[in-house]
């Protein structure tokens, strides 16, 4: 009997007819049948094998879950130490910044010229209280000269320094202006 049944199922060639319509009406015999054959035996081995292949794997991955939880922890601890550590550099490299802003040339240049300014305006008032407290002194006869007060060489002295520090800050801002002075930045 060569039917496509015997053709696609060849372990069913033995049946009967007869058995093969009781195979086909009694659940049972069909199911004794059906786990008789040679590949559904081979199937549920391979399904078998997989499920105990999968509890293994379950088993290790159990056995690996507490590791992972405390990696994945010291993960999170890390990246929030990084973070934290991130936020603290922009905050050092604005303090930074800031400092090395002072020792600019610009800003050197600027507080050269504040300086030069002021160093003449001291020796400037230095000269203009001199000269208003020698007015309202008394004068020796003759001689023009006053009797008492401040000593003109202390007076000299405290003016020509206040002018040799002025004259010193003038000259380093001309040789600034003319381009003398270089600035190296290490």
Known sequence: MA???VTDFPELAHLSREDLEDLLSDPVYFQAVFHSLSYVKDLYKSQAELGLA????????LALQQRLYDLRSETKDAFDEAKRLEARWKELEKEQKEVYQRFSPQFLLMRLRHSTTSQD???EALATSF???ESS???ESGTGTPKSGRDVDDF???FKELRKVYHKRALWGEKWANGQVIWRED
Request: no cysteine; charged share 25%.
């Open 3 to 5: 039917s496509t049944l």
């Open 54 to 61: 999968n509890e293994a794997i379950a088993k290790n991955n």
């Open 121 to 123: 305006e001291e020796s």
């Open 131 to 133: 000269v208003q407290q």
């Open 137 to 139: 002194l008394p004068v």
């Open 156 to 158: 000299v002295k405290e």
